[in-house]
């Protein structure tokens, strides 16, 4: 897993708009905000097993593409502050 840690761009995203990318390309209006499973849970401060919970318990809402779980940010968000 380190190995492919090598390949992942280095990029600071703590100053990167919402609407655009890091290279400053704007985003898709149209495409929606998505985040993986361990976003998820880091935004949530909960394990990842517990976003499987609450997906098994219908509390959270997201896709299954293959093997990977994507949640769209605004409703992890809606989530987390209530």
Same mark, same amino acid.
Request: charged letters at 25%; zero cysteines.
């Given at each position: 897993?380190?190995?492919?840690?090598?390949?992942? %761009?280095?990029?600071?995203?703590?100053?990167?708009?919402?609407?655009?990318? %890091?290279?400053?390309?704007?985003?898709?209006?149209? +495409? %929606?905000?998505? +985040?993986?499973?361990? !976003?998820?849970?880091?935004?949530?401060? +909960?394990?990842?097993?517990?976003?499987?919970?609450?997906?098994?318990?219908?509390?959270?809402?997201?896709?299954?593409?293959?093997?990977?779980?994507?949640?769209?940010?605004?409703?992890? !968000?809606?989530?987390?502050?209530?």
């Amino acid at each position: 897993m380190a190995f492919l840690e090598s390949f992942r %761009p280095k990029v600071n995203l703590t100053n990167v708009k919402r609407n655009s990318y %890091p290279d400053g390309m704007e985003r898709d209006k149209h +495409i %929606p905000d998505l +985040i993986s499973i361990t !976003e998820a849970a880091e935004m949530l401060d +909960i394990s990842r097993q517990a976003v499987h919970q609450m997906i098994q318990k219908g509390q959270l809402v997201g896709a299954q593409i293959g093997t990977t779980w994507v949640f769209r940010r605004v409703v992890v !968000e809606r989530l987390r502050d209530g």
